[in-house]
């Protein structure tokens, strides 16, 4: 959030015709829409043209599936574009989770052999790395990032715990529980100094950052372009250039198995691949309708609204500061503390969540780190002001209720 309070809230988005930008989304009215950055959200000009390809796929599927791979190839031409790669570095993966899972599969087993993720890692990321450590009989070294931690200090936690038995590096491009950056690319940069492969999990990056892979400095990164790119969930980009190119394979076996990188994956066997194809829809409606720049300044625009009114709101409730300092922070997402009691941990944030969608009618995300409960804010396009003041306003007394009834459960115990 920015130091001085944000008073002044963006004006909302239109589409082409005049009409608001939710228009474009089938979201439910009935509730608000607060959480992008776990689900993302599909414009319908894109679910149009997936249900157009399901049809298509349906209709003839002998002819549909031995044309897939052309295809495809055709589509990874214009992601590639879109994040400012080469298509031939890269490969479509159903999410980033699968992404690191083709990098875990790929790797030469070595006893004894450590891998280094970071306290802000993703859950299910993380998990893949433990039970690869497990194959291994080798262990997982997490680095301690404090959440404040500038660019420097990030820089030199991570770098502490690389050390000879290190046999992969995996760090976030934006932290999903904690809504910042980490300098992945000085990081990447000592690591393949060091000769340690890196993979950078860059989940929200596309579409949120403008070239996630500009001075890439690592061997694989993976990154979701269902989240802020808009596009059919099930869509997210492997893009490799190092030593581990050549050995990556798509998670299921084909008939594409012998096919160099990123060709073998492909075809992938009778999978549902329409999401691929119709994701250019998705990032091209938002750069015809408003321009990705535009968007983004916007969305960041917002997200510092949004947290100023809600943290405003949580202060004068509480008396504590809301305000979170998160080192290097990011486009479009910001957190606020929550009172006390809340979301201490990931179970507490998840039952938060469903409770606040159920009882409060919005769709939010609840993290924790350190046994602190932040909310997270991640807003987009079709978002607009009066969503957050609606929070401030209807869901944080809730929450301050919440917080109390918790604590007097405690104190009696």
Request: with cysteine; net charge negative; proline share 6%.
């Amino acid at each position: 959030m920015s130091e001085t309070e944000v008073t002044t809230a963006p004006r909302p988005l239109l589409l082409a015709d005049g009409r608001p930008a939710d228009r474009a989304w089938s979201l439910d009215p009935a509730l608000k829409h607060l959480n992008h950055g776990s689900f993302g959200a599909v414009p319908l000009v894109a679910q149009e043209r997936q249900e157009l390809l399901r049809v298509e796929m349906e209709r003839s599927p002998v002819v549909w599936f031995p044309a897939l791979p052309q295809r495809l190839a055709a589509a990874r031409v214009e992601l590639a574009d879109f994040l400012r790669v080469s298509a031939g570095d890269l490969a479509l993966v159903p999410n980033a989770s699968a992404g690191a899972s083709v990098v875990y599969a790929a790797l030469t087993l070595r006893p004894g052999g450590e891998i280094v993720v970071t306290d802000h890692g993703y859950g299910a990321v993380t998990m893949g790395a433990e039970r690869l450590a497990r194959r291994w009989g080798g262990r997982v070294r997490t680095a301690r990032v404090p959440l404040n931690a500038d660019a420097d200090a990030a820089y030199e936690a991570v770098v502490a715990e690389l050390g000879d038995a290190t046999e992969l590096l995996v760090v976030d491009q934006i932290t999903s529980a904690t809504a910042r950056r980490l300098p992945v690319e000085r990081i990447g940069a000592e690591a393949r100094r060091r000769g340690i492969p890196v993979l950078v999990d860059g989940a929200h990056a596309p579409g949120l950052l403008d070239a996630p892979l500009a001075d890439a400095t690592y061997d694989v990164w993976t990154g979701n372009l269902h989240k802020w790119g808009c596009a059919p969930r099930g869509t997210a980009a492997l893009v490799a250039r190092g030593p581990l190119r050549e050995k990556l394979c798509p998670l299921i076996d084909s008939w594409a198995a012998a096919d160099p990188y990123p060709d073998r994956f492909d075809q992938q066997g009778t999978i549902d691949a329409t999401s691929y194809l119709a994701a250019p829809t998705s990032l091209g409606f938002i750069e015809r309708t408003w321009g990705w720049p535009a968007a983004r300044r916007y969305m960041d625009d917002l997200a510092d609204y949004g947290a100023s009114v809600i943290g405003t709101a949580v202060t004068g409730l509480t008396g504590a500061d809301s305000a979170v300092d998160v080192g290097m922070p990011v486009p479009g997402m910001r957190l606020v503390r929550l009172p006390d009691g809340l979301a201490a941990d990931r179970v507490e944030a998840d039952a938060l969540r469903d409770r606040v969608a159920l009882e409060l009618g919005v769709e939010a995300a609840f993290t924790s780190f350190d046994g602190i409960g932040y909310m997270r804010l991640s807003a987009h396009v079709y978002n607009t002001a009066a969503d957050y003041e609606y929070f401030a306003e209807e869901c944080v007394p809730a929450l301050g209720k919440w917080a109390r009834e918790i604590s007097g459960k405690r104190s009696a115990q």
